[in-house]
């Protein structure tokens, strides 16, 4: 039996980039909040200048729920397994995954709110791709856009606007929409690389830009601006100059006296009163059950987790999980199409052995619809992004290019001394549509150590992003040359296995029968709960969800704080 | 529980590594690499997983995967094959099996090869023996042998190019053969700048007092207490 606690206002389910962010317009309106996190609070001495590490350990993650949770993956419903990833893409901590993410903060594009609208207005309705559940967003970009505004802000962006208004500004991105006021900081600076792509950009006619970053260009709100070393990638800032939840949002909603953080609160199910409204949470901490009783629940832990506990948490009122009466739960799940790679080798040294995956040039003209897609194949596109980024052992297990007989021995050695600064991979983002046949559920074989069955994925790109793919990397091919590259190589998109950028299953909508949130965030089944991060969004676009994550968590708690007594059920 | 490595700690461990790190390396003996394997250590290092003839076996291993040559020293100098060792009994436990059963595959595979087990063999030989293995020609191995190959090559590579506070990268043997110019935890504008040559600065992430290190050993992962 669950030791029960003392009732609070509401509890949110994960303090990671979303909850992190929701916590606070909670508590500065007086709303009193209980954050139970997995993980545990990490510090700048935590984040030491370690490549094997943080990205041949799986470190940070002082707690390794997410790992032993990594969820299961096959292409199609009757396909078997593909290799189980051993560790999870994310992290639980206090701040979660935005401790160690690239802290690229993208809004998205016009587009990407209206992709079935705007298609067929553009080119007609048979462009959508069949058998894609693409809907538009219940609001388009101008309803997101205050959100976006505050959440920059507060934790700090830096970046160069390309739309103030109306006005573009090509030091900025062209193709955003309308923005109210240029970025809190100046963009990250660009390094001797970026630099001369950025110019081969111009000279092929594209517009480059240095992309944002939730990162200090210079000192922000009394923290240090970034000092460039190098290990951003899965690394935490030893300065705390990128701005994770964990040292913006969070400790200042604490200092209000409303948000009481719990850390190693391993969440094992929503519970929900005999109405069928959420009624609390049930955590285990160090093997004790808790029950920590809330009139609102906020569910943000990741696109995973959040499919996974709805579907965890059945009750009478529930049967097939809740908020899942429609069957919605795990539907129009989709992962942005991030592999797919592109390296250029250059017959210089690069001088990459520094610098971050935020700071680089962007190239926007072939995402989303900024260009006509009138005599092509697929619909959306991708965010062309190169950056400074390397480390040894990475460095080290380099591709020869084909140029060598072995990868390994005398000419092998010979060849990564002199190239091992001379590579550079493109970080091509593109749009991924949510289809019938991608789904999230539950593995009817892989249990985590409670014995709980983990995510299953089954999901598989379809013809419409592979046709994206080969056009991007012809595209990004002819930049690298056109910078100078003698050798370019080319990935596969590959699977749709467990990654970072994981959306949909509990997409957000007006109609009830096609999504498991309404245009707030709330649940359409369950009036008092909500459900933050990238799970609600029905589109990608072409660039990391974070922020647009952020803007509808705070959007979900102001909506939450302005209509507290109207959303709570009352007090017994 | 926070603790900071000692200076007289990673002197320490540095000492550890100066046995293998101290083969001279001139370049009469480099001439002959093409037929001779570079020298195994006089002092083989105190070991904590492997066992002496695994150790050698291994040892010869890393020394042809990244071979010690006039423009470089290589794997066996850099201290890999130790890094492998202490490893396996935490971060790589879950490898310990595959390199007791891989080794002796290894060896037995030479010995029916050659006649001769893998660490008395001339470089070529060797060679002949992990392209071998690598392509799966070579048999006795549990499971496939290029399975092994992969394993023992991507940790070589970890153990010359890691920090070397995991005990590989030797006196910064592997930063210094590919050009890394170190760990740093600030770099100017001119730094990043094309045409520029940082020069090393040969410190570990580990120096001095600054990085906390409890998850930063050999250790199993799944320690969970940390850092609260």
Not at chain 1, 38 to 52: M, N, Q, V
Not at chain 1, 376 to 394: C, E, H, M, Q, T
Not at chain 1, 496 to 518: C, E, F, I, S
Not at chain 2, 14 to 39: C, E, F, I, M, Y
Request: charge should be neutral; proline fraction near 6%; glycine fraction near 10%.
């Amino acid at each position: 039996m669950a030791t029960r606690l003392k009732d609070t206002d509401v509890a949110v389910v994960g303090l990671g980039a979303a909850g992190g962010i929701a916590a606070l317009p909670l508590a500065l309106a007086g709303v009193d909040v209980i954050g139970l996190e997995a993980g545990t609070w990490l510090s700048r001495r935590d984040f030491a200048p370690d490549e094997l590490r943080n990205n041949y350990r799986a470190w940070p993650q002082s707690v390794q729920k997410a790992n032993q949770e990594v969820p299961t993956h096959r292409p199609n419903a009757s396909a078997p397994s593909s290799p189980r990833p051993p560790i999870h893409p994310m992290m639980n901590a206090v701040g979660g995954t935005s401790l160690h993410y690239w802290a690229q903060s993208w809004r998205l594009n016009p587009w990407d709110f209206k992709v079935v609208s705007e298609t067929t207005r553009r080119y007609g309705a048979s462009r959508i791709p069949r058998g894609s559940t693409v809907e538009d967003w219940p609001f388009g970009l101008e309803e997101l856009e205050p959100y976006y505004d505050k959440v920059e802000y507060e934790i700090g962006v830096s970046g160069a606007a390309g739309n103030i208004g109306g006005r573009l500004d090509p030091r900025g991105n062209i193709f955003e929409g309308p923005r109210r006021r240029e970025y809190p900081m100046p963009p990250l600076r660009g390094c001797g690389f970026t630099d001369v792509m950025a110019a081969a950009a111009r000279t092929l006619g594209w517009h480059p830009f240095p992309g944002p970053a939730a990162i200090n260009s210079r000192r922000y709100q009394n923290r240090s601006a970034c000092m460039y070393h190098g290990f951003c990638n899965r690394g935490g800032c030893h300065v705390d100059a990128k701005n994770s939840t964990a040292v913006t949002t969070i400790p200042k909603a604490q200092a209000t006296g409303r948000l009481k953080v719990v850390t190693r609160a391993h969440v094992l199910r929503i519970d929900v009163d005999d109405q069928g409204r959420a009624s609390g949470v049930t955590y285990l901490s160090d093997g004790v059950e808790y029950f920590q009783p809330a009139r609102v629940v906020l569910l943000a832990s990741y696109t995973y987790e959040n499919a996974r506990l709805l579907l965890l948490s059945t009750s009478k009122a529930y049967p097939n999980g809740l908020s899942n009466r429609h069957g919605q739960v795990g539907r129009h799940y989709f992962s942005h199409a991030q592999t797919g790679f592109v390296t250029a080798l250059f017959p210089w040294n690069t001088n990459s052995w520094y610098g971050l995956p935020a700071q680089g040039t962007a190239v926007d003209d072939w995402a989303d619809d900024n260009f006509d897609h009138a005599g092509l194949d697929f619909i959306g596109g991708g965010n062309l992004w190169v950056y400074s980024d390397r480390r040894p052992i990475a460095a080290a297990s380099m591709s020869t290019f084909g140029k060598t007989p072995k990868s390994w021995g005398s000419d092998w050695k010979a060849f990564i001394k002199e190239n091992a600064d001379r590579t550079n991979t493109a970080y091509l983002q593109k749009t991924t549509l949510p289809y019938e046949d991608n789904y999230l559920d539950l593995d009817p074989v892989m249990k985590d150590p409670l014995g709980f069955p983990v995510c299953r994925i089954t999901a598989d790109y379809k013809a419409n992003e592979r046709s994206i793919n080969r056009f991007v990397q012809d595209k990004m091919e002819r930049w690298y040359r056109d910078a100078g590259a003698i050798a370019v190589e080319r990935g596969d998109l590959g699977t749709m296995g467990p990654t970072t950028h994981a959306y949909g299953g509990t997409r957000m909508g007006d109609n009830p029968d096609t999504n498991v949130v309404d245009r707030w965030g709330f649940s359409h089944e369950v009036p008092n709960l909500g459900i933050l991060g990238a799970s609600v969004m029905g589109t990608s676009g072409a660039r990391n969800p974070t922020l647009t994550a952020q803007a509808l968590a705070w959007r979900t708690a102001e909506h939450l704080a302005k209509n507290f007594n109207s959303i709570a059920p009352k007090r017994v | 529980m926070i603790t900071f490595i000692s200076r007289r700690e990673l002197l320490k461990r540095a000492g550890l590594l100066t046995a293998a790190a101290a083969v001279p390396v001139d370049s009469g003996s480099l001439n002959a690499q093409t037929t001779r394997p570079s020298a195994p250590s006089t002092v083989r290092p105190p070991l904590e997983q492997l066992s002496a003839s695994e150790f050698d076996t291994l040892d010869a291993v890393v020394a042809r995967l990244i071979p010690s040559e006039p423009n470089g020293l290589g794997a066996r100098e850099a201290g890999a094959a130790l890094y492998i060792d202490r490893a396996l009994g935490g971060a790589l436990a879950s490898s310990r099996a595959a390199y007791t059963s891989g080794l002796a595959a290894l060896d037995r595979y030479a010995r029916s090869k050659t006649g001769r087990p893998f660490a008395e063999l001339q470089a070529d030989a060797q060679d002949g023996v992990l392209v071998d293995t690598e392509r799966d020609v070579a048999t006795g191995f549990d499971g496939p042998s290029s399975a092994f190959f992969a394993l023992v090559r991507s940790h070589t590579i970890q153990g010359t190019f890691c920090d070397p506070f995991y005990g590989g990268n030797a006196g910064f043997a592997g930063w210094d053969l590919i050009g890394y110019p170190g760990v740093r935890t600030s770099v100017d504008a001119d730094e990043q700048r094309l045409g520029i040559v940082v020069p090393p600065n040969h410190k570990s992430a580990y120096e001095g007092a600054v990085f906390n290190r409890a998850t930063a050993d050999n250790s199993p992962h799944d320690r969970s207490h940390h850092g609260d």
